[in-house]
């Protein structure tokens, strides 16, 4: 299996899932980078180049898929 990279925002209302989906990952032997954007909401992705957090979020993906 490839190593994951998952991201959540705080104010998601899916973030629980998502880090609980990460460490499952990682429980089952899988190099994963979990990271939570503080004070992020769920859209953050598309308000890059409004907010810095969006921008952070965007540059992260970048370097875990490159």
């Known amino acids: 299996v490839p190593p ?29 980078d979990i990271k939570v954007y503080p004070g992020a909401p769920h859209q953050i992705l598309g308000m890059d180049a409004a907010l810095k957090v969006g921008k952070q979020q965007a540059d992260d ?3 875990a898929v490159g």
């Open 4 to 32: 994951a990279f998952v991201c959540v925002c705080e104010l998601d209302l899916l973030r629980d899932e998502g880090i609980a989906y990460g460490e499952k990952l990682k429980s089952l032997g899988v190099k994963v």
């Open 61 to 63: 993906a970048i370097k």
